[in-house]
C-alpha cells in the first residue's frame, strides 16, 4: 500500500513565524501535490512537483513556496505565516507512468492553526 | 478553472440508500473519482470511473455518470453510520490535471 506521512496531525503557529510542513512518500512516486481545504471550498491546489527540484504553482500560490530536494520528500513553506493560512493541509502522490489512472494518493492532513 | 459542484450536505437514515451528485463543466474529463474523508483523516480512493462508460458498480457503490449532462453520481446501498464522511468528486481533464469539488458531508442517521 502506498503510504504518503506528513510529519504533524496538528500545529499551532504565531502570525510572522516560518512555518514548515513536511511530507514524505514511500511509493518512488515522481508527482507529489499540496492542498488546502477549507469548508465550502473542497481542495484547492497550492503546488505541485513533477520531479526533484521541480515545483509548479498550483490555483492558489500566494504566501506559499515549496521545497523538493530529495523525491519522497515535499515540503511546504510558509514564509510569513498569517490568520488566512489557518487551514487543514493535505499532501498527495502518484505517478504519471499509467496516464489513464492516477488516482492521487493523501496523507491524513496537517491541521494548521496560525495565532 | 474548471468548476467541480457537489450538495455540501446529505442525511439518511441507516439502511436507506444514498445518491450523493456532483456536476462538472470540463467536456475534456478522462477520469472522474470518488474520494472519501472520515473524520480527522485524509483522503481515500473509493472507486473511479473512464469517462466513456456509464456505470460503474463495486458491492455497495454504484457510479453513473452522464457524459452529456456532465453529471455524476454515487449510491451507496444499505448506508452504514460506517458511512459517514465527506464524500468528495474530482475530475482530470486531458491535460492531467485535478479538480476537486467542494465535497458533501453525508451523516447517517440510526
Known amino acids: 500500500d502506498v503510504k504518503v506521512t506528513q510529519s504533524s496531525r496538528y500545529l499551532v503557529k504565531r502570525t510572522g513565524e516560518k512555518v514548515f510542513l513536511e511530507c514524505v512518500q514511500d511509493?518512488?512516486?515522481?508527482?507529489m501535490f499540496w492542498y488546502r481545504q477549507d469548508p465550502g471550498l473542497g481542495l484547492r491546489l497550492i503546488y505541485f512537483?513533477?520531479?526533484?527540484?521541480?515545483?509548479e504553482k498550483g490555483d492558489i500560490p500566494e504566501g506559499y513556496s515549496v521545497s523538493r530536494e530529495k523525491k519522497e520528500r515535499f515540503s511546504l513553506i510558509l514564509e510569513s505565516a498569517s490568520t488566512n493560512q489557518t487551514s487543514m493541509y493535505l499532501c498527495?502522490?502518484?505517478?504519471?507512468?499509467?496516464?489513464?489512472?492516477?488516482?492521487?494518493?493523501f496523507g491524513d492532513g496537517t491541521r494548521l492553526s496560525i495565532l | 478553472g474548471e468548476d467541480v459542484e457537489q450538495s455540501l450536505f446529505l442525511s439518511v437514515r441507516e439502511g436507506d440508500s444514498s445518491v450523493i451528485n456532483c456536476t462538472y463543466t470540463?467536456?475534456?474529463?478522462?477520469?472522474l473519482y470518488w474520494y472519501k474523508q472520515e473524520p480527522g483523516a485524509g483522503l481515500q480512493l473509493l472507486t473511479y470511473?473512464?469517462?466513456?462508460?456509464d456505470m460503474k458498480q463495486d458491492q455497495r457503490l454504484t457510479v453513473l455518470l452522464n457524459k452529456k449532462d456532465k453529471h455524476l453520481s454515487l449510491r451507496i446501498a444499505d448506508t452504514q453510520t460506517g458511512d459517514s464522511a465527506i464524500y468528495f468528486c474530482?475530475?482530470?481533464?486531458?491535460?492531467?490535471?485535478?479538480?476537486f469539488g467542494t465535497g458533501t458531508r453525508l451523516t447517517v442517521i440510526p
Open positions: 498527495a502522490s502518484n505517478t504519471p507512468r499509467d496516464r489513464h489512472n492516477q488516482p492521487q494518493h
Open positions: 470540463d467536456s475534456s474529463s478522462t477520469y
Open positions: 470511473i473512464f469517462s466513456n462508460m
Open positions: 474530482a475530475e482530470i481533464n486531458g491535460a492531467n490535471n485535478l479538480f
Open positions: 512537483s513533477y520531479d526533484v527540484k521541480m515545483k
Open positions: 511509493m518512488d512516486h515522481e508527482n
